[in-house]
């Protein structure tokens, strides 16, 4: 069982977060603090404790300190609403042993302390974004043409319908050999190694 306690300066939030923490069945609320001050007056025998970084009079890194000063074996997993980078960042470097924002599900919360019970140093998904924000998907390049001669768009255009040489020939009223050498040019110029692949683009482009 992972005795737990929760230090947060607004009643609703320590009540809401000891409900759904509480009905977890590895999980004890055992204590509920207003502020840093009022956890280091009233030591609690607790495991973890579920500290807010924005606390009245010290902050949550301040009273982190003073907390391990006086209890070395606690952990403790920092909450906020609201982070930053440099938030996430200073809490780590502090010693915090993981760091959660508020928009976490209760089942992101309860994954959380169990990980920083267990000394993994856990991260909600939102306060990892904070430290590492994807990089928006780039928009993927349709086929550059504009290298291409009006006869070689005409056969890719061919080759995109599933015509071979002959019949490419055939409908362009050329030399087999001649169409030939249009395809491996467009192959060149479009840089693919395969007149499947020339055809692929082909489709995508003007169908």
Same mark, same amino acid.
């Given at each position: 069982?992972? @005795?737990?306690?929760?230090?947060?300066?607004?009643?609703?939030?320590?009540?809401?977060?000891?409900?759904? =923490?509480?009905?977890?069945?590895?999980?004890?609320?055992?204590?509920? !603090?207003?502020?840093?001050?009022?956890?280091?007056?009233?030591?609690?025998?607790?495991?973890?404790?579920?500290?807010?970084?924005?606390?009245?009079?010290?902050?949550?890194?301040?009273?982190?300190?003073?907390?391990?000063?006086?209890?070395?074996?606690?952990?403790? =997993?920092?909450?906020?609403?609201?982070?930053?980078?440099?938030?996430?960042?200073?809490?780590?470097?502090?010693?915090?042993?993981? !760091?959660?924002?508020?928009?976490?599900?209760?089942?992101?919360?309860?994954?959380?302390?169990?990980?920083?019970?267990?000394?993994?140093?856990?991260?909600?998904?939102?306060?990892?974004?904070? =430290?590492?924000?994807?990089?928006?998907?780039?928009? @993927?390049?349709?086929?550059?043409?504009?290298?291409?001669?009006?006869?070689?768009?005409?056969?890719?255009?061919? =080759?995109?319908?599933?015509?071979?040489? @002959?019949?490419?020939?055939?409908?362009?009223?050329?030399?087999?050999?001649?169409?030939?050498?249009?395809?491996?040019?467009?192959?060149?110029?479009?840089?693919?190694?395969?007149?499947?692949?020339?055809?692929?683009?082909?489709?995508?482009? !003007?169908?």
């Amino acid at each position: 069982m992972i @005795r737990l306690a929760i230090v947060d300066d607004q009643a609703l939030v320590r009540e809401g977060l000891a409900l759904i =923490l509480g009905a977890e069945p590895d999980i004890e609320v055992v204590a509920g !603090f207003a502020d840093g001050a009022e956890l280091l007056r009233d030591p609690v025998r607790a495991d973890l404790i579920l500290l807010d970084l924005y606390l009245p009079g010290a902050d949550g890194v301040a009273t982190m300190r003073e907390l391990r000063a006086r209890q070395p074996g606690v952990k403790v =997993l920092m909450l906020t609403t609201v982070g930053s980078a440099a938030d996430v960042q200073r809490a780590l470097t502090a010693g915090a042993d993981g !760091f959660v924002l508020k928009d976490a599900t209760g089942a992101e919360l309860a994954a959380a302390v169990r990980g920083a019970h267990a000394g993994v140093r856990p991260l909600s998904a939102s306060a990892a974004e904070l =430290l590492w924000p994807r990089r928006p998907a780039q928009p @993927r390049r349709g086929p550059d043409l504009s290298a291409l001669t009006p006869r070689e768009r005409e056969v890719l255009d061919l =080759l995109g319908q599933g015509l071979g040489n @002959r019949e490419i020939a055939a409908e362009l009223d050329l030399a087999e050999r001649t169409v030939k050498t249009h395809v491996s040019n467009v192959l060149t110029k479009l840089d693919v190694t395969s007149r499947t692949q020339a055809a692929l683009l082909a489709r995508n482009h !003007f169908q």
